[in-house]
């Protein structure tokens, strides 16, 4: 079957080649018939890239070892679904991973917005054009399909990737990743058919809002599996594969604020095609760093395949998009000023301003030892410390100005009226802050600030639900005028909730390591953990040890957790299996790890007691909530753009 | 393998006449011109986009003073030039009978 993969990979290329230059000379000759017909390309591009990717399910769920992408990621005894999720496990697989995506989703948009086809001309030949440089790399460069003699049996996944998270985590980032080059193609669509009205912002709205969706709640299950996973205690670890999505995430962020501008005042249009084309390209970036083999070294990104192709897609990129808003900039010139810079629309600019500021810092942070190295030939990296200093300098204010922003009205704002809507949220702030040196908590100069401008925020967020009800007489009337803005402080709410989780876990966390023999106790801020007993058993695809450890407080029994180690005799490999628990009084995580267990039965324990850590997956509940409401469709809305948009 | 060619030669026969439908449908077409956005249709757009922003902004503006983010003497400041450009906006709209009868509606809308 790996013959029916490369032909419908093939196919793939081959359509989305013709749809490339077939819908450049139907947009440039305004030929109706070509148009369509490149459509049908990108639409039957899909179908295609869906029969390849069927043909590696079936390999991997029949352990096919001929398959040499099967047998260099799964073994015979590895349970189905992980099976099944080494589909995106390796390098063909995720590129394979980004073209279904791609074109299911260019598929879709297309079939969405068919009836705007001055719109949509220009913008399938942009589309196509990413489907074929990924086409290009699985029929050439890169193919999932390549065969050989089967061997007696597979190399096995790394033990970290056999995971329940890695089910969906992966395929999240990537329904991210690749969402993003739907608002890319048809902004760029938008600036070569001269069509820079806000169509294509309308046309796009859902499609961001669902990418960036996507690209959040991916990073947090990453987050929950690096947490659970990994064993080292922590959740982010400020990695270049982490920050990958990071960036994407931060300028979609941003442009999700800016748009808003442009619809209400007609301002930042460059900005939201900078914007919009930025979120793209550190997408293709993202992918880029972590499946060329660049993040461990530059000799290892020599040796990859794709590591220069991927390399010349992004400068491509990046000079088409720069140079085509440069080409388009008459068009995209604002009637329309700034009026105050105490204004709604000057907060966002703010928040904007931060936002990008962050991701470009992070970006530095990431090339910078790649760049260090392909210059002067020695790594020099940056790591945490600086990391934590520009999210600490832009990342406060930033939370800081969810909770103004609310607050300040459109156009100009007075004084007078600032002084009455900010002051519950200020006297909310001040109590906190007073509060938490009250009681000691003063410590950590980034954890007050967090609290505080968290209490902040809080008090706008509450405020502007209870006087917006007061206002319309309901609160689902009052959400149902408004999905979007509401859903949105849903979501900074959620924001919120992830500030303090991590203010809590990262600057009021405890940690202990020690060497207990059976029966031995250890204290760790105010639990008391007890070695019971040790004991191995055999799983599906691993030797399992694991000690039994009784946590108690207060003299009382609260939980047994069992930290140990898992041994998987194909792969060759051993992993941390921590053990957790959850403290419904704190909101927070007792965290165990086997650091080690020597022949005289010595248990070196390391514990990590963890407050509030449990919001930051609460957050993400809420997160999802907040962007459900802002997506819902609104037929009032609906309406008045159908009537907008009637005869164009 | 035989099998394998079967179906991939199935693939791109459906998909070839998939790409070929819309000269299949239509061998000889009246025209087969893309339709485009005239300058004029242009320019409805973007007055329409204009009206759209100032009902918008008047009615953030009515719900920006009631939940008391606007002051009085701001409201009453800003209400007036807002007022004349959304005025403005709908007038440049309505030579278009369609544009005419679409306002109480969109008004009602925005009042919402």
């Known amino acids: 079957m790996a013959a029916l993969g490369r032909a419908a990979l093939l196919l793939s290329f081959g359509l989305a080649v013709y749809a490339l230059v077939a819908g450049s000379l139907a947009a440039r000759q305004k030929k109706r018939r070509l148009a369509l017909s490149a459509q049908n390309a990108l639409l039957s591009a899909f179908g295609t890239t869906l029969v390849a990717a069927l043909v590696l399910w079936s390999a991997l769920a029949r352990r096919d070892l001929s398959f040499v992408y099967v047998a260099q990621h799964i073994s015979k005894s590895l349970p189905t679904g992980y099976a099944l999720s080494a589909f995106w496990g390796g390098q063909e697989g995720s590129l394979l991973l980004w073209l279904l995506i791609l074109t299911a989703y260019s598929a879709l948009a297309v079939f969405l917005n068919r009836r705007n086809r001055d719109l949509v001309v220009w913008t399938v030949p942009v589309l196509a054009g990413v489907a074929t440089f990924f086409a290009f790399m699985l029929c050439f460069v890169s193919s ?5 003699a089967a061997p007696a049996d597979g190399a096995g996944m790394v033990p970290s990737l056999q995971n329940p998270y890695m089910l969906a985590h992966p395929p999240l980032l990537y329904l991210g990743y690749v969402g993003l080059t739907i608002p890319f193609a048809f902004g760029m669509g938008a600036l070569l058919s001269r069509r820079t009205d806000e169509r294509w912002l309308v046309a796009t709205r859902r499609w961001t809002l669902a990418a960036w969706t996507f690209l959040g709640v991916g990073q947090l299950l990453g987050a929950h599996w690096a947490y659970v996973e990994i064993g080292w205690g922590g959740y982010y670890a400020w990695d270049p594969v982490e920050n990958a999505a990071l960036m994407p995430w931060l300028a979609a962020t941003a442009f999700l604020h800016s748009v808003m501008i442009q619809e209400k005042r007609g301002m930042l249009k460059v900005w939201n095609m900078v914007l919009v084309a930025l979120a793209f390209n550190l997408s293709v970036f993202g992918t880029f760093l972590t499946r060329s083999g660049v993040v461990n070294s ?9 590591g220069g192709w991927f390399l010349g897609f992004i400068v491509m990129c990046v000079v088409f998009s720069v140079g085509l808003i440069y080409w388009r900039l ?59 200093f520009f999210l600490h300098s832009f990342g406060l204010p930033l939370l800081l100005l969810m909770g103004i922003g609310p607050l300040v009205a459109w156009r100009r704002a007075s004084l007078r009226a600032l002084g009455r809507t900010f002051f519950i949220p200020i006297v909310a702030a001040v109590i906190t802050g007073a ?25 706008s967020i509450v405020l502007e639900f209870t006087r917006g009800t007061r206002a319309t007489g309901s609160l689902t009337k009052l959400v149902a005028r408004n999905r979007r803005r509401y859903g949105g402080y849903l979501v900074h709410a959620a924001i919120l909730l992830l500030a303090i989780g991590i203010a809590g876990s990262s600057a009021y966390q405890t940690v202990r390591e020690k060497g207990l023999k059976q029966g031995q106790s250890m204290q760790v801020a105010g639990y008391t953990l007890t070695y019971e007993s040790i004991g191995t058993t055999a799983e599906a695809n691993a030797q399992a040890t694991r000690a039994v450890v009784d946590v108690s407080r207060g003299g009382k029994h609260v939980a047994t957790l069992h930290p140990g180690k898992n041994f998987y005799p194909v792969e060759n490999q051993v992993s941390n299996e921590v053990s957790i628990y959850h403290d419904p009084r704190n909101l927070g995580d007792v965290f165990t790890i086997a650091d080690g267990i020597d022949r005289n039965g010595t248990l070196f324990l390391k514990v990590l007691v963890k407050p509030l850590v449990n919001l930051v997956w609460a957050a993400g509940f809420v997160f999802v909530f907040g962007a459900l409401v802002a997506m819902w469709p609104d037929a009032v809305e609906q309406r008045r753009l159908a009537v907008r948009y009637a005869t164009t | 393998m035989t099998l394998a060619l079967v179906l991939g030669s199935l693939l791109a026969v459906v998909a070839v006449v998939i790409v070929a439908r819309p000269f299949l449908r239509e061998p000889a077409p009246a025209s087969d011109r893309l339709d485009e956005l005239g300058e004029l249709d242009r320019l409805r757009l973007t007055l329409a986009e204009e009206r759209d922003r100032a009902l918008a902004a008047l009615k953030e503006l009515e719900f920006d003073h009631r939940t008391g983010k606007v002051s009085d003497d ?6 007036g030039p807002l007022r004349q450009r959304a005025a403005e906006a709908l007038r440049a709209l309505e030579p278009r009978a369609e544009a005419t009868r679409e306002v109480p509606r969109l008004q009602r809308d925005a009042a919402r």
């Open chain 1, 330 to 388: 008459p068009l995209l010139r604002a009637r329309t000023k700034l009026e105050s810079l105490v204004s709604r629309e000057a907060t966002f600019l703010y928040n904007n301003l931060l936002l990008v500021a962050l991701c470009l810092t992070i970006l530095w942070g990431v090339t910078y030892p790649l760049l260090t190295q392909a210059v002067r030939g020695t790594t020099r990296s940056v790591s945490k410390p600086y990391y934590d």
């Open chain 1, 144 to 148: 999932p399909f390549e065969t050989a």
């Open chain 2, 74 to 79: 701001d409201y009453r400041a800003q209400l």
């Open chain 1, 298 to 306: 530059i000799h290892s990104f020599s040796q990859s395949p794709i």
């Open chain 1, 435 to 459: 509060a938490l040196i009250a009681v000691g908590l003063g410590s950590s100069t980034p954890g007050l600030l967090a609290y505080t401008f968290s209490a902040f925020v809080a008090a």
